[in-house]
Structure formats: structure tokens, C-alpha cells
T-cell receptor, first 113, second 105 residues
Framework: KAGVTQTPRYLIKTRGQQVTLSCSPI?????VSWYQQTPGQGLQFLFE???????NKGNFPGRFSGRQFSNSRSEMNVSTLELGDSALYLC????????????FGPGTRLTVL | TQLLEQSPQFLSIQEGENLTVYCNSS?????LQWYRQEPGEGPVLLVT?????EVKKLKRLTFQFGDARKDSSLHITAAQPGDTGLYLC?????FGKGTLLTVNP
């Protein structure tokens, strides 16, 4: 069974631009969560989607948004990029939004210049 | 807000030594997960512990879930350089900041 895939793996943007990251969950998994990982803050939860509905949301500004499609694939968007948005963005999938165990993709490394 | 605190934050040991890392919370978790992450990659699931007092073994790694389901530990016996990485404990959507383990040959 294929794992979680994320595209692109690396991205360089400049301040003020916007970016869209993509995540394809493990086949059969319907829940997708997004995390931001930085050296200082560790993994911080952004949001979780299940059946195209946002189920949980972390404490991030409205510039961070996401969505999930009917095939469970998910995208997250960051608008008006700031230098502090530079991070590893991780997507995780699980069978259900009630499931505790998540499986992570390799991440997208975003650098904002 | 549920928080998970991990200790130590950094650990550098020689090959063959034993070590224990800890994950503590003031909140009760229905389960805890342990992950290992290598630089530039996503965390890889090692184990999920569900029952208070549960002990799970994965080769040289032993995981324990506290009786009250508020804490967990990971013990590595005879560490090897391949064990090097960031060890993260997690409860649902909450992650500890991790223990960065370096095993020197």
C-alpha cells in the first residue's frame, strides 16, 4: 500500500506571495491533518479534515487555510507569506478522524525569502 | 489544551549504551504514539500504546504507558548509530517537542 505523498517536496517563495501544498493520503484513509514543524516550536497542529469537512483547527492565523476533496486528497494554502512561515509542512493521514494513529508524509520544506 | 513534555531534549551517547526518554502530561490520553523522525523526513510511527500500564517491545525498544495514561517512556537497549533521530511522543493532535538522540560509533 502506498504511503502518504506530498508535493512539492521543496519550495522557495518570497514574502507576500501565496503557496499551495498538496497531500494524498494512504488509500482508504479519509482523515488528513496538517502540521507545521519548526526547530523552536516543534510540530504544531494546523487543521484536520474528514469527509471534506474541517473537524479541528489549530491556533494559526486565517492566512492558513485548507480543503479536502471527495477523493480525500487535501491541499493547504498560505497567503501573504511571512519569513516566519518558513518550515517543514507535514501531512498525516488516518482511517478516521476518531483514530489516534496517524501516518505522515515526507513533508514539504517551504523557505520564504 | 493538552500538552506533552519530553525529556531530555537532547541526548548524546556512545554505541552500546542504554537510554530512556520520557513523555509527561497533566492530562489523560486515550492513547499515545511514539514516532522517530530523521532530518528532512516525516515522522515514522514506532508504536501506539493504549492501555494504562501497557508495555510494548519493538526489538531493542521498550515502550511503557503509565498506569494513569498521563505519561510514557521509551527505553532503548544497546543503542546503535541507526537509532539516531528525533523521537516524538504524540497524543492525537498534540506532539511533544521531541528528544534528539545521537548515538556515536
Amino acid at each position: 500500500k502506498a504511503g502518504v505523498t506530498q508535493t512539492p517536496r521543496y519550495l522557495i517563495k518570497t514574502r507576500g506571495q501565496q503557496v499551495t501544498l498538496s497531500c494524498s493520503p494512504i488509500s482508504g484513509h479519509r482523515s488528513v491533518s496538517w502540521y507545521q514543524q519548526t526547530p523552536g516550536q516543534g510540530l504544531q497542529f494546523l487543521f484536520e479534515y474528514f469527509s471534506e469537512t474541517q473537524r479541528n483547527k489549530g491556533n494559526f492565523p486565517g492566512r492558513f487555510s485548507g480543503r479536502q476533496f471527495s477523493n480525500s486528497r487535501s491541499e493547504m494554502n498560505v497567503s501573504t507569506l511571512e519569513l516566519g512561515d518558513s518550515a517543514l509542512y507535514l501531512c498525516a493521514s488516518s482511517f478516521s478522524w476518531r483514530a489516534d494513529t496517524q501516518y505522515f508524509g515526507p513533508g514539504t520544506r517551504l523557505t520564504v525569502l | 489544551t493538552q500538552l506533552l513534555e519530553q525529556s531530555p531534549q537532547f541526548l548524546s551517547i556512545q554505541e552500546g549504551e542504554n537510554l530512556t526518554v520520557y513523555c509527561n502530561s497533566s492530562s489523560v490520553f486515550s492513547s499515545l504514539q511514539w514516532y522517530r523522525q530523521e532530518p528532512g523526513e516525516g515522522p515514522v510511527l514506532l508504536v501506539t500504546v493504549v492501555t494504562g500500564g501497557e508495555v510494548k517491545k519493538l526489538k531493542r525498544l521498550t515502550f511503557q504507558f503509565g498506569d494513569a495514561r498521563k505519561d510514557s517512556s521509551l527505553h532503548i537497549t544497546a543503542a546503535q548509530p541507526g537509532d539516531t533521530g528525533l523521537y516524538l511522543c504524540a497524543g492525537k493532535l498534540t506532539f511533544g517537542k521531541g528528544t534528539l538522540l545521537t548515538v556515536n560509533p
